[in-house]
């Protein structure tokens, strides 16, 4: 299985994102945290942002919505241009109906479980989506520890995948570095979210690679 590395700007310098996005240059995406203050206990960046991001990315750019009512604001980033966009269990109305409204934009439609969520309610919905985001720390930080504790969800998620042919991603967000990322992949997940262990490193692409090396080793 090819992996796939997405630096989470969440680590970077907010005042110089223009000149973080060419130093991770080894990526394959760029993942874009947006909070709202209210799902999360933190507030980052929107619309404005997240546009200029897409139009100076040299890379696809993946947005995790950590946000109430994603049914209504998430089709306005697929807009923007997004190649993916996330959004949670918990705060989504009706996920088959914005899947396919994500879809039908051009857009890959991701649907993200926190830790606490169990990943089988996503089971007879799996189909409608292109990606599925597990969360190993609670949302709404860079930099916390791995929760190894959510390897057996990513495993009972990739076994249905398999089992069903399909050729849905497992994304996987919090605490991957190089020393996590094989324990992540041998559990089956194929797009790697880094945060602090790429834009903290001297130079993000080397942490990248190590990232990338480990994860396929
Ligand atoms: C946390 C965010 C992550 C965050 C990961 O809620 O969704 O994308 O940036 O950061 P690290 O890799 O430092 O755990
Ligand atoms: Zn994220």
Redesign the pocket.
């Known amino acids: 299985m090819s992996i796939r590395i997405a630096p ?1 700007i969440l680590s970077a310098d907010f005042c110089n994102l223009e000149r973080d996005l060419t130093r991770i240059s080894h990526a394959d995406l760029v ?1 874009v ?1 947006v909070m709202d203050h209210h799902f999360v206990p933190n507030l980052t960046l929107g619309e404005p942002i997240v546009r200029r991001i897409c139009e100076v990315s040299a890379m696809p750019v993946d947005v ?1 919505l950590m946000i109430e009512d994603p049914d209504r604001w998430a089709p306005g980033y697929a807009e923007l241009g997004a190649k993916s966009v996330s959004f949670h269990m918990g705060a989504t109305h009706a996920p088959v109906r914005l899947a396919r409204q994500l879809r039908g934009m051009g857009c890959q439609a991701c649907f993200a479980v926190r830790p606490a969520e169990p990943v089988e309610p996503i089971f007879d919905i799996l189909d409608e989506f292109d990606m599925v985001l597990i969360m190993t720390v609670e949302p709404g930080f860079g930099g916390q520890k791995f929760l190894a504790n959510q390897m057996d969800k990513v495993r009972r998620l990739r076994d249905e995948i398999t089992r069903r042919g399909l050729d849905t991603h497992i994304q996987v ?1 919090g605490g991957v570095n190089p020393s996590t990322a094989r324990t992540v992949a041998e559990a089956g997940a194929d797009v790697l ?1 880094a945060g602090s262990a790429v834009f903290g490193a001297d130079s993000p692409n080397t942490a990248i690679d190590e990232i990338r090396d480990h994860a396929q080793e």
């Open positions: 989470s993942h945290d995790h967000d979210v």
